[in-house]
């Protein structure tokens, strides 16, 4: 079974440059995650969907960055200026619907983002 | 209000063990999971727990007492490989949703010496 796919690996902005990051879920995962982890620090909720909705995105700085996923499968996460502030790995992560003791949320590798 | 704290850096000796604390607060608690995180990698799921007490998976094991708002991974014959950041993460039912959203830690660095 493949895992959680993000993509870039990598990536290197100026300030005010703008970026997308990808992921493609875990088949069949209704529920998918991004979350920001600055470097030595847990990683923290952006946004979260459960199918094509946006369950929670109250600490996505909505100036700024933006996330969707219109068929409830794979997903964008883009910051449209960003800010030497954003430098962090930027982590999706999947799961299916809490059912009780399916909790296992599975994250990708992460794109490291480096503002200059 | 919400917070999960643990202590940034631990240290122990291979052959030995080692326990990771965490403490949390939480109005609703729904479940509490543990996570090894290594440089550069993502977090890699390694318990959940819910109900009080211990629970034994081998090389790890996991307590919770919900009363307390405390929580511990314990590691038992430590390997120089046991090496990693330990993330402590709580679900919160009246925060995000159906409680399907994980509060996470900053971290326990821990570090094991021959």
């Known amino acids: 079974e493949a895992g959680v796919t993000q993509s870039p690996r990598y990536a290197v902005l100026q300030e005010g440059q703008a970026v997308s990051f990808w992921c493609d879920p875990i088949?069949?995962?209704?529920?998918l995650y991004w979350y920001q982890q600055p470097r030595d620090q847990g990683p923290q909720l952006l946004v979260y969907?459960?199918?094509?909705?946006?369950?929670?995105n109250s600490q996505l700085p909505s100036d700024r960055f933006s996330a969707v996923r219109p068929k409830g499968t794979n997903s964008t996460l883009k910051i449209q200026s960003a800010k030497q502030g954003d430098t962090a790995t930027y982590l999706c992560?999947?799961?299916?619907?809490?059912?009780?003791?399916?909790?296992?949320?599975?994250f990708g590798k992460g794109t490291r983002l480096t503002v200059v | 209000g919400q917070g999960v704290e643990q202590p940034d850096n631990l240290m122990s000796v291979e052959g030995t063990f080692a326990r990771v604390n965490c403490t949390y607060s939480?109005?609703?608690?729904?479940?509490l999971s543990w996570y090894q995180q290594r440089e550069g990698h993502a977090p890699v799921f390694l318990s959940y727990?819910?109900?009080?007490g211990l629970k034994d998976s081998g090389h790890f094991s996991t307590f919770l007492s919900r009363s307390n708002g405390y929580s511990y991974l314990l590691l038992t014959e430590l390997q120089i490989k046991d090496s990693a950041s330990y993330l402590c993460?709580?679900?919160?039912?009246?925060?995000?949703?159906?409680?399907?959203?994980?509060?996470f830690g900053t971290g326990t660095l821990l570090s094991v010496k021959p």
């Open positions: 992560a999947s799961s299916l619907r809490d059912r009780g003791a399916n909790t296992e949320v599975f």
């Open positions: 088949s069949g995962h209704d529920t």
């Open positions: 969907f459960r199918d094509e909705a946006v369950i929670d």
């Open positions: 939480t109005s609703g608690f729904n479940g």
């Open positions: 727990v819910v109900l009080d």
């Open positions: 993460a709580v679900r919160d039912r009246n925060y995000g949703g159906s409680g399907n959203k994980l509060i």
